[in-house]
């Protein structure tokens, strides 16, 4: 990593308040070169406190943008951080009216020109899509970085019409501690506590609207880009890592976009900025490449960008199991357009005789985190056992290799005799040793076969033919190795599973098939241009770690009880634990995520979090807290939700509120 200190523009920062039509002010903080003339102006859009919890990752990139010419701008959500105003849901049409009206508050600055760009990961990669589906006239462009165009069936809370055990609940929890932070009073000033209290009378756990709404309906709808992308009129730099759970929104992006306003890019990487270079790698020049998309979309200057190919991709050599790598070996490829000339759907049929798929309720244990962040043990360890626990289906690999770019497809021919229950797909690269790596996976809540918005319940006893599709890779089968489909009926935690599903199904393979969109593995023009930069950045912000209070625990450790039968999956989520700001701020974070399903009880399945979140200003003598603890359990009707929030300012409990919720099973 280059850490830059030498631009082509000298730079300021002030931090500012925005005001919106309601007279609610925005927090933001501004970065800007020293210059006369008006610049275009890059927006990041959060709820994630700038003041704190993002300012490391703020420093590495909206100084170095401010170098380059342009007036970058980091913007709490309305009742987040130190902004006014009251939390809502995710993406809800106040805050993405609230981002329209910054971004045309930010191009009738003095030193704004006109232009604006936005940008973002994951919450600010969602709303930059978003607000430029809402086309505000200066939002020229945007660089979306691991974000969905589909809000129901590529995020968080339900895959294949599944409802997601893992990171609904762990979302849910997560934000729940999330919201409940008080404003600093640095820099909200003396009103922080009443905008505190204020905000904590109108918090109300997610999890309760997500469970609310286990169809694709119109809470859905909105916000989900897929819905109208024409509606987009900004250029749009799609990017996205193999290792993220949303690296298909870059794939359907460059597929349903123009071709003369989207570009799209995906590396091994995991939920991350590309640059930062956390496992796995390679990093790249990131700040670099974007620099280009905004100097030719919002300057007006042909930086060469769009003469790129359409799709940029990495694909994987083989690689043996591990939780975390370094980097992975592999190389560029290039697209001219996307669905590819350059790919073929490849059937292969599957054989032998019907056979039982019976999976134990803890298949799923070693799936990895459903987020990876480039921790130790994020990955999906050797995939042996879950593999044992599937029916598995081989595909020798002989001649030369087998290079796959773009999403799998399965086609399975199924007898069940309950009404509800689910299929996971898992592609495989079994090495001759035995060892398996997961490649990709999917998965399809059977209900949801005829479509993500009906719950049609399976004919007991009939044989039906679904056809479902595997995330997204770019991946390379050697010669010697052999290609595995693994098929199961449960995934836990991953997936709820569904009352009666513990009997599994009966798979035919005739009329079975694995598709996988196979590369014709040459070299093509469009690749032998593919290059970046090294990584470089601006000074990182000077953040102190002070050695660890307690004893570090596991990031993931897995316990089985034999005699009750009982699997349990402890998880740390490792957000950040302890660091000292260089304005003062000690802030600190715990949270830890438990997952346990008994062998053979579908409906044993219990999710529980629990978070501590600290902050801390010696010398105002300042020091609150927010505990939270939220749990789901299950019947063969409802969803039960727990949630539990207690508040405190010095030892003065200041908030406490409990909420217990049965939601109806709908999605199963």
Same mark, same amino acid.
Request: charged share 25%; aromatic share 10%.
């Given at each position: 990593m280059r850490i830059r200190t030498d631009f082509p523009y000298e730079t300021t920062h002030d931090d500012i308040r925005v005001p919106l039509p =309601?007279?609610?002010?925005?927090?933001?903080?501004v970065w800007r070169p020293v210059t006369d003339e008006p610049v275009p102006?890059?927006?990041?859009?959060?709820?994630?406190?700038?003041?704190?919890?993002?300012?490391?990752?703020?420093?590495?990139?909206?100084?170095?943008?401010?170098?380059?010419?342009? #007036?970058?701008?980091?913007?709490?959500v309305r009742?987040?951080?130190?902004? @006014?105003?009251?939390?809502?849901?995710?993406?809800?049409?106040? @805050?993405?009216a609230d981002g329209v009206a910054v971004v045309e508050w930010l191009a009738a600055q003095p030193w704004c020109d006109g232009k604006v760009g936005m940008f973002g990961i994951s919450w600010g990669g969602f709303n930059s899509l978003q607000i430029a589906a809402l086309a505000p006239e200066p939002l020229k462009a945007v660089v979306t970085v691991c974000s969905a165009d589909d809000r129901y069936d590529n995020d968080v809370h339900y895959m294949g019409g599944s409802v997601l055990g893992v990171d609904m609940h762990a979302w849910a929890s997560t934000m729940l501690a999330f919201v409940c932070r008080p404003p600093d009073p640095r820099y909200a000033g003396e009103e922080w506590r009443q905008m505190w209290l204020r905000r904590l009378e109108a918090v109300d756990p997610f999890i309760h609207t997500w469970l609310s709404h286990q169809l694709r309906d119109a809470y859905w709808k909105h916000g989900s880009v897929c819905e109208d992308y024409s509606a987009i009129d900004a250029a749009v730099l799609a990017v996205g890592g193999w290792h993220d759970p949303y690296r298909d929104t870059v794939l359907r992006l460059v597929e349903h976009l123009p071709g003369d306003r989207v570009r799209g890019l995906i590396g091994p990487w995991s939920h991350?900025?590309? =640059?930062?270079?956390?496992?796995?790698?390679?990093?790249?020049?990131?700040?670099?490449?974007?620099? %280009?998309?905004?100097?030719?979309?919002?300057?007006? *200057?042909?930086?060469?960008?769009?003469?790129?190919?359409?799709?940029?991709?990495?694909?994987? @050599?083989?690689?043996?199991?591990?939780t975390v790598y370094p980097e992975l070996p592999g190389r560029w490829v290039g697209d001219p357009a996307w669905p590819s000339p350059y790919t073929a759907p490849t059937p292969h049929a599957l054989g032998g005789d019907p056979v039982v798929v019976r999976s134990p309720q803890h298949t799923g244990i070693d799936a990895g985190r459903f987020f990876p962040f480039g921790n130790?043990?994020?990955?999906?360890?050797?995939?042996?056992?879950?593999?044992?626990?599937?029916?598995?289906?081989e595909f020798p690999v002989s001649g030369g290799p087998v290079e796959i770019l773009?999403?799998?497809?399965?086609?399975? %021919?199924?007898?069940?005799?309950?009404?509800?229950?689910?299929?996971? #797909?898992?592609?495989? =690269?079994?090495?001759?040793?035995?060892?398996?790596?997961?490649? /990709? %996976?999917?998965?399809?809540?059977? #209900?949801?076969?005829?479509? %993500?918005?009906?719950?049609?319940?399976?004919?007991?006893?009939?044989?039906?033919?679904?056809?479902?599709?595997?995330?997204?890779?770019?991946?390379?089968?050697? #010669?010697?190795?052999?290609?595995?489909?693994?098929?199961?009926?449960?995934?836990?935690?991953?997936?709820?599973?569904?009352a009666g599903s513990e009997d599994g199904f009966v798979l035919e393979p005739a009329g079975s098939a694995l598709v996988l969109p196979v590369r014709d593995g040459g070299t093509h023009p469009e690749d032998a241009g593919i290059r970046f930069e090294p990584p470089e950045q601006s000074e990182p912000l000077r953040v102190a770690v002070p050695p660890a209070e307690r004893e570090e625990r596991p990031e993931r450790l897995v316990v089985r009880d034999v005699a009750k039968g009982e699997w349990r999956l402890e998880v740390d989520p490792r957000y950040g634990g302890t660091r000292v700001y260089p304005d003062g701020l000690e802030f600190t974070e715990d949270g830890l995520e438990t997952y346990t399903v008994r062998e053979g009880d579908p409906?044993?399945?219990?999710?529980?979090?629990?978070? /501590?979140?600290?902050?801390?200003?010696?010398? *105002?003598?300042?020091d609150v807290r927010v505990e939270t603890r939220s749990e789901i359990t299950c019947d063969a009707e409802d969803f039960v939700t727990s949630n539990e929030v207690v508040c405190r300012d010095g030892e003065e409990v200041v908030f406490r509120r409990s909420w217990d919720r049965r939601v109806p099973r709908v999605a199963r």
């Open positions: =309601d007279g609610t002010r925005l927090y933001a903080r102006a890059l927006l990041e859009y959060l709820p994630y406190r700038l003041s704190d919890w993002t300012a490391p990752r703020d420093s590495q990139r909206h100084p170095w943008y401010a170098g380059h010419g342009y #007036a970058s701008v980091r913007v709490d009742g987040h951080g130190n902004s @006014e105003g009251l939390p809502g849901d995710e993406y809800d049409a106040t @805050e993405l991350q900025y590309p =640059d930062r270079g956390l496992p796995p790698g390679p990093a790249i020049g990131f700040l670099q490449e974007t620099l %280009r998309w905004w100097d030719q979309h919002l300057k007006g *200057r042909d930086t060469g960008v769009m003469e790129e190919p359409l799709l940029r991709s990495w694909i994987s @050599e083989s690689h043996r199991p591990a130790d043990a994020d990955l999906p360890p050797d995939q042996r056992e879950e593999d044992a626990r599937s029916a598995c289906f773009g999403r799998p497809e399965v086609t399975l %021919r199924l007898r069940m005799d309950v009404p509800y229950g689910q299929v996971v #797909a898992r592609l495989c =690269d079994v090495a001759p040793d035995g060892s398996s790596t997961l490649v /990709t %996976r999917g998965a399809l809540n059977l #209900a949801a076969r005829e479509g %993500r918005d009906r719950n049609v319940p399976w004919p007991p006893g009939a044989t039906e033919t679904v056809t479902f599709q595997l995330n997204g890779i770019g991946h390379s089968f050697p #010669a010697g190795h052999r290609i595995r489909l693994a098929v199961s009926s449960a995934y836990w935690p991953w997936i709820w599973p569904q409906l044993s399945a219990r999710a529980g979090s629990q978070w /501590t979140v600290r902050l801390r200003r010696p010398e *105002r003598a300042w």
